[in-house]
C-alpha cells in the first residue's frame, strides 16, 4: 500500500481548497508530487525516482529538461517570450516549413494554437468551410480532447462531459480487434466497419458530409490499432460523400510509432487534414493543424489564436523536431520497439490476466481483463499494477472505456538499458499480482 508522506499530504490538503474537484491525479488519493525531472526520470517532493514510462501522456518526448530544447526556450525567452498571431516572427515560419517538409502529401499550410483540442476544432471548423457540409464521422472509442466540438467527437462516455453536443457528429464502429463480435476474425471485423461506415451514410446524413475523422492508434481509448487495410477501405467511401480525411495524430505523431515521422504513414493514405500536439514540443503548449493550400484558403475570416505559434513554443518545436531528425528517432523508436514488443509478449505468456499486447513502436497496451477466457475487462487489477509498478519506481498510464488498458509509452530517445529496466520493473510489479 502506497503511503502519502507528509509533504505530499500536505499540499493534497491545499490542493483539494483551491483546485477544481475533477483535477483528480492518476494515483487518486495518494499522487505523485513531481518536483524535477530530467531525461527518462522523475522524482517527487520526499526525493523518490522514478523511470518515466508514460510521458506526460506522451508529451514529453525526448527525455525531462532535454538540455538543447531548454536552452532554446530559455533563449527565445531573453529575447521576446509573447506576440500572439497579430505578429509574425521567423520560429512560426520555420516550424511550419519543417511542418510541411515532414508530413505526408500535400500538407503545406499550418495554424498553431496551444492544444490538441484547439488543433481538432479547427481541423472540423476546416473542413466545414471548405465541403460547406456540417455532418462529421469519427470513430467509437475516439478522444479528441475537452473544448464541446472535441467532447462532439469523443466516443467515450466517460470524457464527454457538460451535457451539450454537436449533433452533426457521428460515431462509427472503431476496428477493435481484441473485442470484436465473436466469430468474426480481422477480415470480417473490416468488412463490419465498413459496412457501418456505409449505413451511417445512408441513414442519418444525406450524402454528403464534412470529414471522416480518425487516431490511427486510439490513444485514450486504449492504444487500438486500425487494421492496416482499414484507411484504405474507407477512404474512397469518404471520397464519394464528398468529405476530408482528417487524421488526428495527437498523440502518435512525430516518430512514435517506429520508422515514419507520421504514424498514418503506415497505412498508406494521404490525409487532407492532421492535427498535432503533445509530443511536438516536448512538454511546451502546442497545436498544429496543417492542411492542403485549397483547405487552409477556404478559412476565411478573422480568426486568431492568442497563444498559438508563440515563440517561446515555436522556439521548443523546433528545438525537438531538430533533435528528431538529427538523432532519426523514428528509427530508434522501432528498434526499441520490438525490444519492447518481445518482452511484452513474454509478460503475457506468464500472466494470463494480460488478455492483449498491442501497438506500434513505442507506443504499447496491454488490455488486462479477468482470466476467466471471458475476456471481462479488469479495471481493478490495472489499478493494483499501476500502483505496483510505482512501488518498484516505474511511470505508466492507463486507458481503455473500461479503465483496463495499461498504457506503456517511453521517451523517443530511451536508452536501451533503460528500456531493459523498466521491462525489469514493470515484470515485478506484474509478478506482485500473480
Known amino acids: 500500500m502506497i503511503e502519502t508522506p507528509s509533504r505530499s499530504h500536505e499540499l493534497l490538503r491545499r490542493q483539494r481548497e483551491v483546485l477544481f474537484p475533477a483535477l483528480t491525479p492518476l494515483y487518486g488519493e ?15 517532493i520526499e526525493g523518490q525516482r522514478y523511470l518515466d514510462f508514460f510521458g506526460g501522456v506522451l508529451t514529453v518526448s525526448v527525455g525531462h529538461c532535454n538540455p538543447e530544447v531548454s536552452d532554446a526556450m530559455v533563449a527565445q525567452l531573453q529575447r521576446v517570450q509573447h506576440t500572439s498571431t497579430l505578429y509574425l516572427h521567423e520560429l512560426m515560419v520555420q516550424v511550419a516549413e519543417k511542418v510541411a517538409a515532414i508530413t505526408p502529401g500535400r500538407l503545406q499550410r499550418s495554424f498553431f494554437t496551444s492544444s490538441g483540442s484547439e488543433a481538432n476544432e479547427l481541423a472540423v471548423m476546416a473542413a466545414r468551410m471548405y465541403t460547406g457540409q456540417r455532418d462529421v464521422i469519427t470513430l467509437r472509442h475516439a478522444y479528441a480532447g475537452r473544448t464541446a466540438t472535441a467532447m462532439s467527437l469523443t466516443g467515450h462516455g466517460t ?6 453536443f454537436d449533433g452533426s457528429i457521428k460515431h462509427v464502429r472503431n476496428p477493435y480487434a481484441y473485442r470484436a463480435p465473436a466469430g468474426l476474425d480481422a477480415d470480417g471485423l473490416l468488412d463490419l466497419c465498413v459496412q457501418d461506415l456505409e449505413e451511417t451514410l445512408a441513414t442519418v446524413t444525406d450524402g454528403r458530409i464534412a470529414a471522416f475523422m480518425a487516431e ?7 492504444f487500438i490499432v486500425a487494421p492496416r487495410e482499414y484507411f484504405r477501405r ?6 464519394e460523400a464528398g468529405g ?4 488526428d495524430e495527437v498523440q502518435t505523431g512525430w516518430g512514435r510509432t517506429g520508422r515514419h515521422w507520421c504514424a498514418v504513414e503506415h497505412w498508406g493514405v494521404e490525409p487532407d487534414v492532421m492535427t498535432f500536439a503533445k509530443g511536438m514540443a516536448n512538454g511546451a503548449p502546442i497545436g498544429c493543424t ?3 493550400p485549397e483547405v487552409a484558403e477556404a478559412v476565411r475570416g478573422l480568426t486568431f489564436a492568442t497563444f498559438g505559434g508563440n515563440p517561446v513554443s515555436m522556439a521548443a518545436a523546433l528545438a525537438t523536431l531538430q533533435y528528431i531528425e538529427r538523432h532519426d528517432l523514428p528509427s530508434h523508436a522501432e528498434r526499441m520497439g520490438s525490444r519492447l514488443f518481445e518482452r511484452l509478449a513474454a509478460l503475457q505468456r506468464d500472466h494470463p490476466w494480460i488478455g492483449d499486447v498491442r501497438g506500434m513502436g513505442l507506443m504499447a497496451g496491454l488490455e488486462l481483463v479477468v482470466p476467466d477466457g471471458s475476456k471481462r475487462p479488469d479495471p481493478e487489477r490495472t489499478t493494483a499494477l499501476l500502483a505496483a509498478a510505482r512501488e518498484h519506481g516505474l511511470l505508466i498510464g492507463k486507458g481503455g472505456l473500461y479503465g483496463n488498458v495499461v498504457r506503456i509509452a517511453p ?3 530511451v536508452a536501451p538499458e533503460d528500456l531493459e529496466r523498466g521491462c525489469a520493473l514493470l515484470a515485478a510489479a506484474a509478478a506482485t499480482l500473480a
Do not use: K, S
Open 244 to 247: 476530408l480525411l482528417i487524421i
Open 30 to 44: 495518494h499522487p505523485i508530487v513531481v518536483d524535477r525531472a530530467r531525461d527518462q526520470y522523475v522524482w517527487d
Open 411 to 413: 521517451h523517443l530517445n
Open 216 to 222: 490511427p492508434i486510439q490513444g485514450v481509448g486504449g
Open 290 to 292: 496543417v492542411a492542403t
Open 159 to 164: 470524457w464527454r462531459l457538460g451535457g451539450v
Open 234 to 239: 474507407v477512404l474512397p467511401l469518404v471520397r
